[in-house]
């Protein structure tokens, strides 16, 4: 696989101009192909989406050169070739990084800088990386996401953060386009090159912290909110770890999950929820604090309760539900988490159950608010809340909770 950027043939290393010119068949964008012109291979266009067995189908033994945009490992579909044939089976020979150049361009050094693509993702992830100060490279779908770009910061209130427009980085068509955000929001419609990437310098604005405890009035809800104290020690209790999957049963408003992925951009949730306004307002608060891959699923628990092996569970609703308990322990990874929050004494009594057969720990929650008494001021206390943590023992096998219970008994 070779890497190649906007300046063609005249930036490749020798030893990636020699793969081109051995390879029997070249695989590449109609773009990448035009570039290599002295080539004999036979010449194929890469299908969308693209494939390792796609690959693999031309090769036989012939040797096949896959051409792709700059460093193939980034962002790129050369993971996609490592991971189904394997890294014993591929040579990669990148070249330098459009976020490498952005960077040069810009005087930025690269470990301080925060990278979303674009490219297929929703561009609402640049919500959660908004702070004072910060420094983000988007890596654009087209020529219209830094107008896009340009009117979520102005919505998230950085309009007047400085945006840098790199078109054609590395060729000989490089240009660059610098203003504000508000300016190039009043005209969000203006279209630039479609190999480019935006690069945000956050001025000062309303930034929120991707530690657990979010003000309430950041989210939209009915009352079904885990309020801000609870929902602090309960993601504390969850623990979540870069790369693991939560399941938030009964999510309400999806405070836990958001916040639960708001710790690291590789954590997963999806959020199980009865009622279809309450699913449809998770996915909205969801989009609006930078996640919105949160996954929602709508449906009645146990019922609903499949998927991927969950690395930690949150019950904020059921608990009263027969079976929902269980097929959450069952579920649930060897060495996994299990949290509840119970309110009521009917619901607290289910946990004490539970903590009798799965054991674990409880925990009463009280917390106290300074609210006005006359000309002074009191103290009131919000409902104390019981919280039942359980970790499932490693030994413990966990069944495939992918399908449902006549999927998995069929033939």
Not at 38 to 60: C, I, K, M, Q
Not at 238 to 259: F, K, M, N, T
Not at 279 to 305: F, H, K, Q, S, W
Not at 337 to 358: G, I, M
Request: charged share 20%; glycine share 12%.
């Amino acid at each position: 696989m070779v890497g190649i950027g906007d300046d063609g043939w005249a930036g490749l290393s020798e030893a990636a101009r020699a793969s081109v010119r051995a390879a029997d068949v070249l695989v590449g964008g109609e773009r990448h192909l035009a570039m290599v012109a002295d080539a004999s291979a036979e010449r194929v266009r890469w299908p969308s989406p693209f494939s390792a067995a796609f690959v693999a189908d031309l090769a036989g033994s012939r040797k096949v050169c896959v051409l792709a945009s700059g460093d193939p490992m980034f962002y790129g579909v050369g993971a996609t070739l490592v991971r189904g044939l394997g890294a014993e089976r591929v040579t990669v020979l990148p070249v330098s990084s459009s976020v490498s150049l952005a960077c040069a361009r810009l005087g930025w050094a690269v470990q301080t800088v925060t990278v979303i693509s674009a490219v297929g993702r929703p561009l609402d992830t640049l919500a959660a990386e908004l702070a004072t100060d910060a420094r983000v490279l988007v890596l654009s779908a087209d020529g219209l996401t830094p107008g896009r770009a340009a009117v979520l910061l102005r919505e998230r209130g950085f309009g007047t953060s400085t945006v840098t427009v790199l078109e054609h980085l590395g060729g000989p068509a490089e240009s660059v386009w610098r203003g504000s955000a508000d300016a190039l929001a009043a005209s969000p419609e203006r279209r630039f090159a479609d190999l480019n990437v935006v690069a945000v310098r956050c001025a000062a604005g309303p930034g929120l912290s991707r530690l657990a405890g979010l003000p309430d009035d950041v989210y939209a809800h009915d009352g079904q909110l885990t309020k801000r104290e609870i929902r602090a020690v309960t993601l504390a209790a969850l623990g979540p770890r870069p790369g693991e999957l939560l399941w938030d049963v009964g999510a309400g408003s999806g405070s836990i999950g958001i916040e639960w992925m708001r710790t690291h951009p590789t954590c997963r949730a999806v959020g199980f929820e009865t009622r279809a306004d309450r699913a449809e307002r998770a996915a909205a608060n969801a989009i609006g604090l930078g996640v919105p891959d949160l996954r929602i699923v709508v449906g009645r628990a146990p019922d609903v309760l499949f998927g991927p092996t969950p690395d930690a569970i949150f019950i904020g609703g059921g608990l009263t539900v027969p079976g929902v308990v269980e097929r959450c322990w069952a579920a649930l990874r060897p060495g996994g988490r299990l949290v509840a929050n119970a309110v009521v004494a009917e619901t607290e009594a289910e946990l004490v159950r539970h903590r009798a057969v799965y054991g674990g720990e409880l925990t009463r929650i009280q917390v106290t608010r300074s609210a006005p008494v006359g000309r002074f001021t009191g103290w009131r206390p919000a409902m104390p809340v019981t919280q039942w943590l359980a970790v499932k023992p490693a030994s413990v096998s966990t069944p495939d909770m992918s399908t449902s219970d006549e999927e998995q008994s069929s033939p």
